[in-house]
């Protein structure tokens, strides 16, 4: 294998770029590109304003799972409070979206990582927090979320997300990164 | 919490459906559905044939990483084999991109589990497979890819997955969903 020698942030060069579609969660970029072969190539992409999860510890110990309706994939998913980034701020948002989703309130936030959860087709990034200290209080989802709260032990959650019960990735993901925390 | 009673599995109703944009690897698909609330709204979302992700072990148990350059988040990210199913048959799939990434042989696939990368936004599934054995040779990247190669032991794989170093979220979940089998 002959190896990159060059490993410069952007060896690709955008020669012009524009938004083909856009809605109040995302864009499509459209991109003209010389790649570092020097081809010319258009590449189209979901522009996202990145993601906020949250994975949500009670007072005592007990893991918060939402059951959500996915009308993408038409299915059930056990996931964890989740949303698009809307502020600046990253615990603004994961502080609205367990309020949200499950009615948490903590002051108990801890940044954990991010991840980019898809990148060959989106430059959405997930930043993920554990949540301590959990209180849970009544929800408050938008029209396109049908949710169902349910409280886990950390044994079993993660014994959910081994057993690829957890489908939806980027809990599942999100649980891994926590795991060591829990 | 009112529990959701009724969980069967399209509690929303598709009223109108059509593509918006489509390309080589997804199309954007924009739907008129009615809620379970009754309200109408119209989701639009990326569909995507499905991703098939590989795991791959040599021989003498090394597991082999790309180093990948992501023009989405112009990024370079560690990740495995992966690609768009573009063919019924996954294993076909799995075969042909570790071929085409890695130079990959191998006769010893084991189908592990499958995942939704980014559910809200779109319908791409992930599905994820153990290769064992596998012998190396000259790797076949496409133009859009720009990809070195590198091998780890297991242990060490795991420590960069949870470490955050593999940002790349599709790939660190497949590691952690192949960890019990590595």
Redesign the interface.
């Known amino acids: 294998?002959k190896?990159?020698t060059n490993?410069e942030?952007?060896?690709?060069e955008t020669l012009a770029s524009k938004k083909?579609?856009e809605?109040a969660?995302?864009a499509?970029r459209q991109?003209q590109?010389r790649?570092?072969?020097g081809?010319q190539?258009t590449?189209?992409?979901?522009e996202?304003p990145g993601?906020v999860a949250i994975v949500p510890v009670t007072a005592d110990q007990k893991i918060v799972l939402i059951?959500s309706?996915?009308?993408?994939?038409?299915?059930?998913?056990w996931e964890i409070p989740?949303g698009g980034r809307d502020h600046e701020d990253l615990e603004i948002v994961a502080k609205k979206e367990l309020m949200e989703e499950i009615g948490g309130v903590t002051s108990n936030l801890e940044y954990?990582?991010?991840?980019?959860?898809?990148?060959?087709?989106?430059?959405?990034?997930?930043d993920v927090f554990l949540a301590r200290d959990v209180e849970i209080g009544?929800?408050h989802p938008e029209?396109?979320e049908?949710?169902?709260?349910a409280f886990f032990s950390k044994d079993e959650v993660i014994r959910m997300?081994?057993a690829?019960e957890?489908?939806?990735?980027?809990s599942?993901?999100s649980i891994?990164?926590c795991?060591?925390y829990l």
């Open positions: 294998m190896p990159i490993m942030k952007s060896p690709w083909i579609y809605n969660w995302y499509l991109d590109v790649t570092h072969t081809k190539i590449y189209t992409f979901m996202h993601a059951k309706y996915r009308y993408t994939v038409k299915d059930w998913c989740m954990i990582q991010y991840f980019y959860a898809n990148n060959g087709v989106s430059n959405i990034r997930c009544k929800n029209d396109s049908m949710i169902e709260i997300a081994y690829g957890i489908t939806d990735g980027m599942a993901l891994f990164l795991e060591k």
